[in-house]
């Protein structure tokens, strides 16, 4: 899987992401601070990352802040793009279970390493659901890119 990791600081925990991600066998895109010459604001690589999942150039994304909550809005305005913020195993199920989420948010200051690897088992083991209530909910989420004006 090809997957977009952005990181507005480059912290341990971030350059472990890129690691396990890799170790896992997936091929990591890097942005923000984990690239050289990117621009680091959380804003903007959040966002590129973000567009490439949109764009179908990346499979799913990792998107990193300090707190993890501006790296998943700015990847939320995004159309196609439903992020989430998953602080813990559970809440990543949940995510890609019954919001089908494509981007990962995490937070710099509360992932640990072992924390991220439970984290990262939960998102890559569940699947989206099959459920008609939770599909038609994914569906309305999508409708709701369409409302959005243009820029």
């Known amino acids: 899987m090809r997957i977009s990791v952005s990181s507005d600081m480059d912290e341990p925990v971030a350059r472990a992401l890129v690691v396990e991600l890799r170790g896992r066998g997936h091929e990591v895109v890097a942005h923000g601070a ?3 010459g990117d621009d680091p604001q959380w804003a903007v690589c959040s966002e590129v990352a973000a567009r490439e999942v949109a764009d179908g150039v990346s499979d799913q994304a990792v998107v990193c802040c300090w707190t993890g909550t501006g790296a998943s809005i700015a990847a939320n305005k995004v159309p196609g793009v439903r992020a989430a913020l998953c602080a813990d195993g559970y809440t990543a199920d949940g995510a890609r279970r019954w919001n089908d989420a494509n981007v990962l948010a995490l937070s710099l200051r ?3 390493e072992p924390l991220l690897k439970e984290i990262l088992d939960a998102w890559f083991t ?5 459920d008609a209530e939770d599909r038609e909910n994914v569906a309305r989420v999508g409708r709701l890119d369409l409302d959005r004006p243009a820029r």
């Open 34 to 36: 984990l690239r050289p």
């Open 110 to 112: 509360l992932t640990s």
């Open 126 to 130: 569940a699947e989206p659901s099959a």
